[in-house]
């Protein structure tokens, strides 16, 4: 490893460079990588599982650590009373990466990778940056980790994936774009695997476009959640358009794959039918298209409430002739009737919230926030729903339910 030429330029930070080629797939980095400028191109606990990303990534200049992660790398590794090679760091392959433990603890693999739980404001905070100011030399690959990242995630902990996100999407309700669009990304991934089985191809291009859609009105869509008053003919304007603005900011931002574009420019046509006739573009786009129109209902606006899940789940599943619509169908099949995050009532008259779903997508397992009593509950308390007691008997939207749980809290007991 060698030191970088830019070290000095960058304030706080020394940075060295490491070789692409070193790193191997299939192991999360114990360090982040950084530009030769000190930008963050992957994060500490990235897990690489394509080569390609990683030449798209050195192929835009230098790969960097900062020595400050190395150094408590190292001490963590002392403390722990690691092998002494280990102590030369950062000349050796194994400082950068570190095992993902195979058999984890089934808390473990719902919190993250290793000891660390996975940081989902980090990775909300980090696609709002990317989708509101978008770095023409770097957008296409950095939106690309992004989409692998979450993909990811989504492989490996589905339930947890669905739950954080819709958590941070109805609760939280900060950053409103870019959450929308890492939950509507996750849906479209997760069906496209489970039910669809799309070849790995479109699943990529269908979740980059649904991460991008609405980049070109990040900002208005964030101020729109939040606005009283109607919307102005600017606002309008903006709205109308924005699918074909978006395609002209990605083409700016370098963006040339012509599905990822495609499905971006379509994803707000309606056009019912069935999705085995369609181009593969107006496939991608009508799943986003479905997606879309359920989880816009599950988020709050300062001018309406959220809707029930079941409510949402039944715009989506009808489609513009009110009938039953392929891609609407498909959601309730991967989804299930109650999907992690949804809000429910119990025969024994505790309010819950859903944190797996069921195998029949009929008895999920659920977290009772609030006891018969009306009282909320310190810690969340499971129950299973396919006992009669603990039976669900109605969908509940988000304003019955008073409790405001740590979403940290919920991951632990899921």
Excluded at 3 to 12: D, N, Y
Excluded at 115 to 141: E, H, I, K
Excluded at 363 to 373: F, G, H, M, R
Excluded at 397 to 407: E, F, P
Aim: glycine letters at 4%.
């Amino acid at each position: 490893m060698r030191r970088s030429g830019s070290s000095t330029a960058v304030p706080h930070m020394k940075l060295f460079t490491v070789n692409s080629g070193t790193i191997p797939l299939g192991q999360a980095l114990a360090f982040s990588l950084r530009s030769e400028d000190g930008v963050l191109l992957a994060r500490k606990g990235h897990l690489f599982t394509r080569r390609s990303a990683l030449n798209m990534l050195a192929a835009h200049g230098e790969l960097c650590v900062d020595m400050r992660e190395v150094d408590a790398y190292r001490q963590a590794l002392a403390s722990q009373r690691v092998d002494d090679r280990l102590e030369h760091a950062p000349t050796e392959l194994s400082v950068v990466t570190r095992d993902v433990p195979h058999g984890a603890a089934h808390k473990a693999d719902m919190m993250g990778s290793g000891d660390s739980p996975v940081d989902w404001l980090g990775l909300q905070s980090r696609a709002d940056a990317l989708l509101r100011s978008p770095r023409r030399d770097t957008f296409p690959l950095r939106i690309s980790l992004l989409q692998e990242e979450l993909a990811h995630l989504v492989r490996r902990s589905p339930d947890a994936t669905l739950l954080a996100l819709t958590h941070l999407a109805t609760e939280e309700n900060q950053l409103y774009s870019a959450t929308h669009a890492l939950l509507v990304c996750a849906i479209c991934s997760l069906a496209a695997h489970e039910v669809l089985h799309w070849p790995d191809e479109l699943v990529t291009a269908m979740s980059l476009a649904a991460l991008t859609m609405n980049i070109s009105m990040t900002d208005l869509q964030d101020r729109l959640a939040a606005q009283v008053l109607p919307l102005t003919p600017m606002q309008k304007g903006a709205v109308r358009s924005h699918a074909q603005q978006s395609v002209a900011l990605l083409k700016y931002s370098g963006v040339t794959d012509p599905l990822w574009l495609g499905a971006v420019a379509a994803h707000h046509q309606s056009n019912a039918g069935s999705l085995e006739h369609r181009s593969d573009i107006d496939k991608l786009a009508r799943l986003i298209h479905r997606v879309d129109i359920f989880s816009a209902r599950l988020s709050p606006r300062k001018t309406r409430r959220s809707m029930a899940s079941l409510a949402a789940m039944k715009a989506a599943y009808l489609d513009e002739d009110l009938q039953v619509d392929d891609a609407g169908e498909v959601l309730i099949k991967v989804l299930g009737v109650y999907h992690p995050g949804a809000l429910v009532k119990l025969e024994s008259e505790e309010l819950a919230v859903v944190v797996r779903r069921g195998i029949n997508g009929l008895n999920p397992s659920v977290a009772v926030l609030v006891n018969k009593d009306g009282m909320t509950l310190a810690e969340p308390v499971l129950r299973d729903t396919s006992t009669r007691q603990h039976r669900i008997v109605s969908m509940v939207n988000r304003q019955s339910v008073k409790a405001r749980t740590d979403l940290l809290r919920l991951l632990a007991v899921a």
